[in-house]
């Protein structure tokens, strides 16, 4: 079936540590894009590839890394510098600017 | 940037009753679409609508782009239904923006 995969689904992390979560898609999907969410609050862009080997930073892109060397994957790096980053962390791909379509999200505790 | 409202933020039914969920915006856009995020976190794709109307069973859409704004219908409520509604939009040349969402309780 095609989809969008995101690993791992729960993930602990000890303060200072970076963590790396996974986002693959087999929709041939030219765009893929990184969203964080708070509990209670919208979704908030924090960066987004339109094709591979470029990316652009949304408006919460400070602490975080990402890479686009595949179509398939885009995966997100939340690093130390990152103040607060436990949150639920979903990530999504379209074709173009059209419909967009999520993954089931990676919550990420940080103890 | 473009400002996506929603409304009503809390919404309470009881099962069977019927509602509507706006979201006005403030700017053009290319594109909006509708979700509902279930309690689990995964978010649904209900509909892709820049204009026009659109149905999917008990769930229908419309978006009037030239008044900046769009409607979600939901007739004869389900327990399943409860859950956050989520509209979103693309303006030109940008990237898609959130509102801030609708949280639905439907009551047996």
């Known amino acids: 079936d095609g989809g969008i995969t995101q690993s791992p689904k729960y993930l602990f992390r000890k303060e200072g540590q970076n963590v790396t979560l996974s986002c693959e898609q087999n929709?041939?999907?030219?765009?893929m894009y990184w969203y964080r969410q708070d509990p209670g609050q919208g979704l908030r862009l924090i960066y987004y590839?339109?094709?591979?080997?470029?990316?652009q930073k949304g408006d919460i892109a400070e602490g975080y890394s990402v890479s686009r060397e595949k179509k398939e994957s885009f995966p997100l790096t939340v690093t130390s510098a990152q103040k607060n980053p436990t949150a639920f962390y979903l990530c999504?791909?379209?074709?173009?600017?059209?419909?967009?379509?999520f993954g089931e999200g990676s919550r990420l505790t940080v103890l | 940037g473009i400002q996506v409202e929603q409304s009503p933020p809390d919404l309470i039914l009881q099962e069977g009753a019927n509602s509507t969920l706006r979201c006005n915006f403030s700017?053009?856009?290319?594109?909006l679409q509708w979700f509902h995020q279930n309690p689990w976190g995964q978010l649904i794709n209900l509909f892709y609508?820049?204009?026009g109307t659109k149905q999917n069973g008990r769930l229908s859409a419309t978006t009037v782009a030239t008044e900046r704004y769009s409607l979600l219908y939901i007739s004869s409520s389900q327990t399943t239904d409860s859950g956050v509604y989520f509209c979103?939009?693309?303006?030109?040349?940008?990237?898609?923006?959130f509102g801030a969402g609708t949280r639905l309780t439907v009551k047996p």
């Open positions: 609508i820049p204009s």
């Open positions: 590839s339109q094709i591979v080997n470029d990316f």
């Open positions: 999504a791909s379209s074709i173009g600017a059209g419909e967009l379509f």
């Open positions: 979103a939009v693309v303006p030109p040349g940008n990237d898609m923006r």
């Open positions: 700017d053009s856009v290319n594109n």
């Open positions: 929709l041939n999907h030219d765009a």
